[in-house]
């Protein structure tokens, strides 16, 4: 069974820097694409947005449009680990920022929530103005 366990977030100023961190266990690492996803109370029916992903062996990876530039995601097979560099950081990044796995393969369901059965349990991100 995979387990994800997030840590880092917290409350930072505008224009500052967080990395989130996700470790996985429970299966091989290497056969899961990673993703990164957001949660905002105000989003409309409080869906969870894409942020990130990287596939099962690094060679492709992507950033939303709304954080490109500011936010990579990386991973680290050697610690079974998927991180979230957060630079720049804005009033609108506020939000509970999860990752969440899924089998190779699942093509452009790489970014949709819907397409990741497993998750972590999440962290909050508050950036003040």
């Known amino acids: 069974q995979v387990h994800l366990v997030q840590s880092g977030g917290g409350l930072v100023q505008a224009g500052e820097s967080l990395t989130l961190s996700c470790v996985f266990s429970?299966?091989?690492?290497?056969?899961?694409?990673m993703g990164w996803f957001r949660q905002a109370p105000q989003a409309p029916g409080n869906d969870r947005e894409f942020?990130?992903?990287?596939?099962?062996?690094?060679?492709?990876?992507q950033t939303a449009d709304s954080v490109r530039g500011r936010f990579t995601v990386a991973r680290d097979d050697a610690r079974s680990t998927v991180s979230l560099q957060m630079n720049s950081l804005k009033p609108e990044d506020t939000a509970v920022y999860y990752c969440?796995?899924?089998?190779?393969?699942?093509?452009?369901?790489?970014?949709?929530?819907?397409?990741?059965?497993?998750w972590g349990q999440g962290t909050q991100v508050t950036v003040s103005s």
């Open positions: 969440a796995a899924q089998l190779r393969g699942g093509g452009s369901g790489i970014f949709r929530a819907d397409a990741y059965p497993n």
């Open positions: 429970g299966d091989t690492f290497g056969k899961y694409n």
């Open positions: 942020v990130g992903c990287i596939t099962w062996n690094g060679a492709y990876s």
